[in-house]
């Protein structure tokens, strides 16, 4: 009788591409999410995404003062949805979407430089899964460049200075995103962080050495021409430099109410609040995590990796400090210092017991549990906070879908606003691909159908109220109201 031969856990097929099955999986999962965040949670839009709304289709090429805005190149980009697909919640969300698919690409490939395979897929999968990064995914106020631009320009850095493939792409990728990212406020912290990485390791002051001159002339003019617009814009509107530089609205700043609601965002786990941003922003095990990868960042301080992270909180914390609006533009690096932790428990583990198969798979245990804790609290706070607690909920206007499907689509002639209305619904109505209705800021005297929004309805002899639109996710549900006079 033959004697077979014994079995390796190296020979299953699920073994073999474990790293492939688990990106895959991961793929398929941030899809998902990014969809139904997309489509129906929160399924609204906020205040500063209504800003950013009436911002955007008030972009002019004739008026250059209308383009010195931050993020003009996102803006451009969902000017250019909106045009395309209509006036709808989804057409103005998409290149957010969008953007957030590219970041999670990016975020994959750049842990994967960083980290070994394994932490690169447990630290995407709590990424992804985050309340945080779902909530800027979806958001059409532009929030997701700071996640985008820094994910980038980190990968591409990392690539020209490690990588011996494809340098001459990753360096033009650099030039392209570098100048790019300008447009977004803080941005620069990262480009001054990259820079100053180079100037003081001796490893990327090497590579740039050997970098041919004429390479370099090439691409630096390349990323002038791209900024130069940009230039051009700051110089007809200064203030929008020191929006860039993220300077706060209002001077001086009250620091110690700005250290607290730092703290909120972040630390304060006994009293969270419910707000736009529900908070704080992070689970208590992923800032158990990063606060070994904060102690890691300065163990192994000699590589530049860990010159550029260091160097890139030092200076985004005196600017948070003074503005802590910009919460989102944190949310890299602190990915890059909870995959340190991460690496540092698995690491610690493995060395323990370098020999027995068993106790490695032992130490698998506590860490899936850890990792799937984080995924289903940050998850089911995301889904469940933005769809039904009240403060954070009502916090999303979904009148722009329930305008298009009953203003609109009945052909109503008229629709009556409030003044402070007037600027959001000449901007939906700018692209609607039908006949829009006339917007008027006091109820027509003439015969006829109009409507009126809840807060400019009125209640009149002359004007009878034949039906009230309504919605299930606002206090005060009954949002716009059909008259037949």
Not at 254 to 283: A, C, E, H, R
Not at 402 to 423: A, C, G, M, S, W
Not at 469 to 482: E, G, M
Request: glycine share 6%.
């Amino acid at each position: 009788m033959m004697q077979m031969a014994k079995l390796q856990l190296s020979d299953f097929f699920t073994y073999k591409y474990r790293y492939q099955i688990g990106y895959g999986l991961t793929v398929l999962l941030f899809v998902a999410l990014l969809a139904i965040a997309g489509l129906y949670v929160p399924g609204g839009l906020s205040k500063g995404e209504m800003t950013s709304f009436v911002q955007t289709a008030s972009l002019d090429r004739e008026n250059p003062s209308s383009l010195a805005i931050p993020n003009l190149p996102f803006a451009v980009v969902q000017r250019a949805s909106m045009e395309l697909f209509g006036p709808s919640i989804f057409a103005f969300k998409l290149p957010a979407l969008i953007c957030a698919f590219v970041a999670g690409v990016g975020a994959v490939l750049l842990l994967r430089r960083w980290f070994r395979p394994n932490i690169a897929i447990l630290a995407t999968v709590i990424m992804i899964t985050t309340g945080q990064f779902l909530y800027v995914a979806q958001s059409g106020s532009a929030n997701i460049t700071y996640i985008l631009w820094s994910v980038w320009l980190l990968l591409a850095t990392t690539m020209i200075t490690t990588s011996p493939r494809h340098k001459r792409f990753w360096k033009v990728l650099f030039f392209v995103v570098m100048p790019l990212s300008l447009y977004t406020p803080l941005s620069i912290y990262l480009v001054l962080a990259i820079f100053s990485a180079g100037i003081l390791h001796p490893h990327v002051r090497y590579v740039l050495k050997r970098m041919p001159r004429s390479h370099l002339i090439t691409l630096t003019a390349m990323s002038l021409v791209i900024i130069a617009p940009l230039g051009y814009l700051v110089i007809i509107e200064p203030k929008l430099a020191l929006q860039l530089l993220g300077a706060p609205s209002v001077w001086p700043p009250d620091l110690w109410m700005n250290l607290k609601i730092l703290v909120q965002q972040y630390l304060n786990f006994i009293s969270p609040q419910s707000d736009v941003l529900m908070t704080p922003v992070l689970g208590l095990g992923s800032i158990a995590l990063i606060l070994i990868g904060v102690w890691q960042l300065f163990a192994i301080r000699y590589t530049a990796r860990s010159y550029t992270l260091t160097a890139w909180l030092l200076l985004l914390f005196p600017i948070l400090l003074m503005n802590p609006v910009y919460t989102s533009v944190t949310f890299v690096p602190l990915l890059l210092l909870l995959a340190s932790g991460l690496g540092y428990l698995l690491r610690e583990w493995y060395g323990m017991f370098p020999r027995n198969p068993y106790a490695r798979f032992v130490g698998i245990v506590p860490l899936t549990i850890l990792v799937a804790g984080l995924v289903v609290t940050g998850t089911n706070r995301y889904f469940d906070g933005y769809r039904y607690d009240p403060e954070t909920a009502s916090s999303f206007n979904n009148d722009v879908t329930l305008y298009n499907k009953h203003v609109n689509t009945q052909n109503i002639p008229r629709l009556v606003v409030t003044r402070d209305e007037l600027p959001f619904y000449i901007a939906l109505t700018r692209y609607d691909h039908k006949t829009p209705p006339i917007i008027l800021t006091q109820a027509p005297t003439g015969g006829g159908v109009f409507a009126a929004t809840r807060a400019a309805h009125i209640y009149s002899q002359y004007a009878q109220i034949s039906e009230i639109i309504t919605t299930d996710v606002s206090k005060d549900s009954d949002r716009f109201y059909i008259y037949n006079k």
